[in-house]
C-alpha cells in the first residue's frame, strides 16, 4: 500500500501561483509513474501532468508553459508549481503514484486550488 498526502492549494488571484506537494509513503518501490490530477465540479477527472522514475513529463495542453511537474526521490515527493493561473484552473487536485505495466494506482485524498479573476 502507498500513502499520499498532498498539501498547497488555497485560493489565489488569476495571475498568481502555488506549489503543491504531495509526499507518499508505504511500499513505493514498485511505483513507476506518478501525476497530478484535477477534477472541477460536474466534471470529469483530467490529467494535469505525470512524471515517470527517469524523469520523463507529460503535460496537458492547457497547462503548457504554466505547470511544472518535479520530484524529489529522498523525500518521496511530487511537486506541482503552478504559475500564471487562471480561473479555470479552479478544481480539487489530487496526486496519483502507480505502476503503468500492472495499472495499479493510488490517489490522494485531493487539494482545492481556487482561483479568483
Known amino acids: 500500500q502507498v500513502q499520499l498526502v498532498e498539501s498547497g492549494g488555497g485560493l489565489v488571484q488569476a495571475g498568481g501561483s502555488l506549489r503543491l506537494s504531495c509526499a507518499a509513503s508505504?511500499?513505493?518501490?514498485?511505483?513507476?509513474?506518478m501525476g497530478w490530477y484535477r477534477q472541477a465540479p460536474g466534471k470529469q477527472r483530467e490529467l494535469v501532468a505525470t512524471?515517470?522514475?527517469?524523469?520523463?513529463?507529460n503535460y496537458a495542453d492547457s497547462v503548457k508553459g504554466r505547470f511544472t511537474i518535479s520530484r524529489d526521490n529522498a523525500k518521496n515527493t511530487v511537486y506541482l508549481q503552478m504559475i500564471s493561473l487562471k480561473p479555470e484552473d479552479t478544481s480539487v487536485y489530487y496526486c496519483?503514484?502507480?505502476?503503468?505495466?500492472?495499472?495499479?494506482?493510488?490517489w490522494g485524498q485531493g487539494t482545492q486550488v481556487s482561483v479568483s479573476s
Open positions: 512524471i515517470t522514475t527517469d524523469g520523463t513529463t
Open positions: 508505504g511500499s513505493i518501490s514498485s511505483i513507476n509513474v
Open positions: 496519483r503514484f502507480g505502476n503503468s505495466r500492472y495499472q495499479f494506482y493510488y
